[in-house]
């Protein structure tokens, strides 16, 4: 996994469809799991989205406050059945999993972890662990070489283990979903300095989207 440096000195490591190419070419999902549009976290992720869209990847954007996706009740049917019982819009993500070459994750960081809205489709994955693991029959292509790469913003200056927390949570969450855990981009102090003003990281972003069509 690679970790994009920022001058800060720590790693920087609604649905939209994006993309008009209609052949065989890879896609991408890119996730923002912030409640502000528009904001730190989705400019990172747009940025990526640019060099993806450079590489004729198509692309599909989702704003997690934009769906609904209910909580993990612990009912145990996946565990049974392989498949989730709640009826919302997490059935559209499984299929966006399965289908995706590039997963995109963004999410601020709240109590130095992510978003209740990224918390809560996470745990909706246990479907997939236990499809895997409980009944040894992965309802998600266990073949397909998929990459995924992980924002997150903190608007606090940068202390020791600040982004400590996340990465264990999204590294599960990678592997749920059948994906190598490539790059992260974790920065801090956006409270103080808008990621407007730190152009060097918008660029970095805007290439490891490029690097991933590679």
């Given at each position: 996994?690679?970790?994009?440096?920022?001058?800060?000195?720590?790693?920087?490591?609604?649905?939209?469809l994006?993309?008009?190419?209609?052949?065989?070419?890879?896609?991408?999902?890119?996730?923002?799991?912030?409640?502000?549009?528009?904001?730190?976290t989705?400019?990172?992720?747009?940025?990526?989205?640019?060099?993806?869209?450079?590489?004729?990847?198509?692309?599909?954007?989702?704003?997690?406050?934009?769906?609904?996706?209910?909580?993990?009740?612990?009912?145990?049917?996946?565990?049974?059945?392989?498949?989730?019982?709640?009826?919302?819009?997490?059935?559209?993500?499984?299929?966006?999993?399965?289908?995706?070459?590039?997963?995109?994750?963004?999410?601020?960081?709240?109590?130095?972890?992510?978003?209740?809205?990224?918390?809560?489709?996470i745990?909706?994955?246990?479907?997939?662990?236990?499809?895997?693991?409980?009944?040894?029959?992965?309802?998600?292509?266990?073949?397909?070489?998929?990459?995924?790469?992980?924002?997150?913003?903190?608007?606090?200056?940068?202390?020791?283990?600040?982004?400590?927390?996340?990465?264990?949570?999204?590294?599960?969450?990678?592997?749920?979903?059948?994906?190598?855990?490539?790059?992260?981009?974790?920065?801090?102090?956006?409270?103080?300095?808008?990621?407007?003003?730190?152009q060097?990281?918008?660029?970095?972003?805007?290439?490891?989207?490029?690097?991933?069509?590679?």
């Amino acid at each position: 996994m690679k970790d994009l440096k920022s001058n800060e000195g720590v790693g920087v490591g609604r649905v939209k469809l994006l993309g008009c190419r209609s052949d065989r070419v890879k896609k991408a999902l890119a996730i923002v799991g912030s409640p502000r549009r528009n904001k730190n976290t989705e400019k990172i992720v747009d940025r990526i989205v640019e060099g993806l869209l450079e590489k004729d990847i198509i692309v599909k954007k989702v704003n997690l406050k934009d769906l609904k996706i209910t909580p993990c009740t612990a009912c145990g049917y996946c565990e049974n059945e392989g498949s989730c019982i709640i009826d919302d819009d997490m059935q559209n993500l499984y299929k966006d999993f399965d289908e995706s070459d590039i997963i995109i994750l963004g999410s601020p960081v709240y109590f130095n972890t992510v978003s209740t809205y990224v918390k809560a489709m996470i745990d909706r994955c246990q479907m997939f662990w236990s499809s895997k693991y409980v009944l040894n029959k992965s309802v998600i292509d266990a073949n397909k070489q998929r990459q995924g790469v992980f924002v997150a913003v903190g608007g606090a200056p940068y202390t020791k283990g600040q982004f400590d927390a996340c990465v264990p949570v999204v590294d599960l969450f990678f592997k749920s979903i059948n994906t190598k855990y490539s790059y992260n981009i974790l920065l801090s102090n956006t409270d103080k300095v808008d990621i407007t003003k730190r152009q060097d990281i918008l660029i970095e972003a805007q290439r490891i989207g490029s690097e991933l069509v590679k």
